[in-house]
């Protein structure tokens, strides 16, 4: 440990020399997040400062925060909806497990996730003690609700769907898991960390949110292709009672309750969030994820031309492929099952597509 301080000139050097050893937006195709739109960037900066945490102290932000909302229970089809800004995708399903859990009142509760779901159910199952019970996947990687309902029980506290699946970007049968949740009285939640700000924007695209009966909450990241600086999430909720559970006491604070998981939490990415969406409307929202998905198209076409199968046609612009190594430096990804993974996130540009295929096809070739 150095006592001494050192001069910023110098720190930054240190700092930039770090930050230069990053792999270049330019050759990543395995992320689901995107460098934040510059609308994003200004208005993070604008809130940098600001703590939700307290919001009686930024009832500015705080209003933000409540156009955020407003917004997507608009855009999912309930504008009376509830719902809270979170760090992401994992903490918005850690908020649904501990409310549904809470609800329930058993001592031996569990919850079904298709076969799909992201590693964050474990973690919260394994953080709250809940069994994790695991639906298999019909032969188009979408959950298999006979399969489903087979495992619900009277400790079944909550069913999870998937809208935009990380590994091959499928969506859930969504309507018949709401009727299976209804018939059983169990909550249903989607998780649309991905296919939330993908699907809406889409023609005849599966329906997922508020307008599908059953469906009880929704989890959004704008981190992912809300293209809003990180951490950002959303939580919405059709009955806001449902975060009644979930109050504790905080006497000191300008409020006197709170649900949230996170004590001090960001209003910055927040308002990043907010201004991207307000920025594009639904309008421009559905121009860049029409770019995204024609790129996943012509992917699909250019990797079939060099004989490499894809493994199904996405409902999101996640595309597979069966394994098959690429050139360095670009980063793709592998699923559990070794297939290729690639994201076509609004920052993989037509003329990356063209240029990965391009070193693909020779590197395939040799
Ligand atoms: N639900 C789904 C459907 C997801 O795809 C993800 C993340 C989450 C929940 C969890 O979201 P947070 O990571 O925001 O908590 N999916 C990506 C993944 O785990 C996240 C990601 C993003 C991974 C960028 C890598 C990366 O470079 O694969």
Known sequence: MVSDGISSESLFCFLEECRRRDICWDHILSSMCT?????????????????????????????????????????????????CSTSGGTESNIQVLRFTKAAKKS??????????????????CRMMGIEMRVAPLDGQYRMDIPKTAELVDKDTCCLIGI?????????????????LAEEEDIHLHVDAAFGGLVLPFLKD?????????????????????????????????????????????????????????SGTR?????????????????DGMEAIVAGCMENTRRLTEGMEAYGVKRK?????????????????????????SGDLRIVCMPHVHRDVIEKFLSEFGEFHDR
């Not at 001592?107 to 919260?124: G, L, Q, T, Y």
């Not at 006497?251 to 949230?260: E, G």
Request: with cysteine.
């Open 107 to 124: 001592d031996h509760p569990n919850i079904i996730v298709p076969a799909s779901a992201h590693f964050s159910f474990e973690k919260a």
């Open 35 to 83: 460098p934040p739109h510059q609308v994003a960037v200004r208005a993070h900066n604008l809130f940098m400062e600001t703590n939700l945490g307290d919001p009686g102290l930024f009832p500015g932000t705080a209003h933000v925060d409540e156009l955020l909302i407003r917004w997507f229970g608009d855009l999912y089809h309930a504008p009376d909806a509830g719902g």
């Open 266 to 282: 960001p209003g910055a990415s927040v308002a990043g969030a907010y201004a991207v969406l307000a920025h594009f409307g639904k």
């Open 205 to 261: 695209a599966p329906q997922f949110d508020f307008k599908v009966s059953g469906v009880g909450s929704i989890s959004v990241d704008p981190h992912k292709m809300g293209m809003s600086t990180i951490p950002s999430g959303v939580l919405m909720v059709r009955d806001e009672a449902c975060f009644c559970n979930l109050l504790v006491d905080t006497p000191y604070l300008t409020v006197k309750q709170s649900y949230s998981l």
């Open 163 to 179: 809208a935009g699946t990380t590994e091959y970007g499928m969506t859930d049968p969504i309507p018949a898991l709401g009727k």
């Open 312 to 336: 199904i046609t996405p409902d999101v612009n996640v595309a597979t492929f069966e394994h098959t190594e690429v050139p360095e430096p670009w980063a793709v990804s592998y699923t559990r």
